[in-house]
């Protein structure tokens, strides 16, 4: 019996061993190609010699040191190179340890920026069904997802929801892109004025939705609309692209294809690449220049902020991002990737929809094509088709209550940004297998 506390107890997992590219080996000797990358983190792959090598001459000097003391260089220049790179004037970057983190930063700084301003009164925060934020307390309150809040509601501040982008199942059959967006803006505008104007700090959304609903990308320019309502305000944008963002959509900032810039943009997972945990939140120089003209304090902060070998690693990632012209290749594959599956899935009764930007990938499945009715949640097909690709050699990430929280079943695929396009090919070539294993 194994002491860790894992989140599935009862489930026996394979121990893995050992990783190379795109596959990893468990300790039977058995091989997997990780086309999901954990949750969309191992972005270029496992044993990057560039990474790895980073890291240990980063040890070789200092490891840790506690950022109420010292900065560090690789803090540094890592900062350096995200604000550069950043849409709008996001300048200024705050490294924590995971998502949940970046986005507990963005609120704790959005409502500390109102206070500063003397706007007391604005602590209401809105963000849309079926998102997901994060685990920690104040990410899970303005998250989405019924089916992870549901147990922790007595705990959770209050939050209000609206809809989300989800062409798939809420676009009209009458309604263009330009009208679903607009309709979706003037929802969020009377969400605004509902709640009271001068009470609302933020607006939090993803870019791409993630594990919630399976690479959700907004349709034609509704975040340009959703900037204007909140503009029109005084109400902040924080964009989530903790899983969406670091070159996941062939972007390294995802917002950057849709032309918005957000008030703070919280990244993670691909940050890093799964090398060491590391996660960020960046914030405008607006923001940033009003706590440094104000109180000079952000109240906020954690053992690990700004951990120098974590920072030396994501730099690292980064350099190899750039030096490869790996964001061309993302695009390339992404393309690849969604049209290899539509081919194979063309006629298939059980798939819905496949959809995604770059190499983030989502499939939803249903019970009925025509319809959209989801399969009857008791049969956990998301899971099924996980263990199906685990036995197939191939690992994905599914998710069931894709739907509402309760209902409907998508595999996430996030395959490694070094992928070749024979790599696809085999990763496409597992996944049919895997699913007509599952749903023939």
Avoid: W
């Avoid at 080996?25 to 191992?42: C, E, H, N, P, W």
């Avoid at 799964?274 to 304090?297: C, E, H, K, N």
């Avoid at 063309?346 to 995604?356: E, I, L, M, Y």
């Avoid at 191939?394 to 509402?404: A, C, E, F, I, K």
């Amino acid at each position: 019996m194994s002491n860790i506390f894992h989140r599935a107890p009862r489930q026996k997992l394979p121990t893995v061993v050992e990783g190379h590219g795109i596959e990893l080996i468990d300790s039977t000797g058995k091989r997997y190609l990780d086309a999901s990358g954990g949750a969309a983190v191992s972005c270029l792959g496992h044993s990057h010699p560039q990474v790895v090598r980073a890291i240990q001459q980063q040890l070789d000097h200092i490891a840790y040191a506690h950022t109420s003391f010292f900065t560090n260089e690789p803090a540094e220049q890592l900062a350096t190179t995200l604000a550069q790179a950043a849409p709008g004037d996001l300048n200024h970057v705050f490294f924590v340890s995971s998502g949940s983190e970046a986005i507990e930063a963005s609120l704790k700084l959005a409502r500390q920026f109102f206070v500063e301003r003397g706007e007391t009164q604005r602590r209401h925060f809105i963000a849309r069904r079926q998102s997901y934020h994060g685990n920690t307390l104040g990410a899970l309150a303005i998250g989405g997802n019924a089916g992870r809040r549901e147990p922790f509601l007595p705990l959770l501040v209050a939050a209000h929801h609206v809809s989300p982008c989800y062409a798939y199942r809420e676009q009209g059959t009458q309604e263009n892109d330009a009208q679903y967006a607009q309709r979706l803006a003037t929802e969020l505008e009377a969400k605004i004025i509902e709640v009271g104007p001068d009470t609302v700090a933020a607006f939090v959304a993803e870019t791409v939705v993630g594990a919630t609903a399976g690479a959700l990308a907004p349709v034609g320019d509704y975040l340009k609309r959703i900037r204007a309502v909140c503009d029109r305000y005084g109400v902040l944008l924080i964009l989530d692209e903790v899983m969406s963002g670091m070159g996941r959509t062939g972007h390294l900032f995802a917002c950057d294809e849709d032309g918005v810039a957000p008030d703070i943009i919280a990244i993670a997972k691909g940050l890093g690449a799964g090398y060491q945990p590391i996660g960020a939140m960046i914030a405008s120089t607006r923001i940033y220049d009003t706590i440094v003209g104000g109180s000079g304090f952000f109240q906020h902060g954690h053992t690990y902020v700004a951990h120098v070998a974590a920072c030396a690693g994501a730099l690292a990632v980064q350099r190899v991002i750039q030096e490869e012209h790996l964001l061309d290749n993302v695009k390339e594959r992404g393309e690849q990737l969604r049209q290899l599956l539509r081919e194979k899935f063309s006629n298939h009764p059980n798939v819905g929809d496949v959809r995604g930007r770059g190499l983030f990938v989502g499939i939803e499945f249903v019970q009925d094509r025509a319809s959209k009715a989801p399969f009857d949640p008791t049969l956990k097909v998301h899971a099924q088709l996980k263990v199906s690709g685990m036995q197939h050699g191939l690992l994905t990430y599914p998710s069931g209550g894709t739907v509402d929280g309760v209902r409907g079943d998508h595999v996430l695929l996030a395959p490694p940004f070094i992928c070749t396009e024979a790599d696809i090919e085999r990763i496409g070539e597992r996944f049919v297998k895997a699913v007509h294993a599952v749903l023939p």
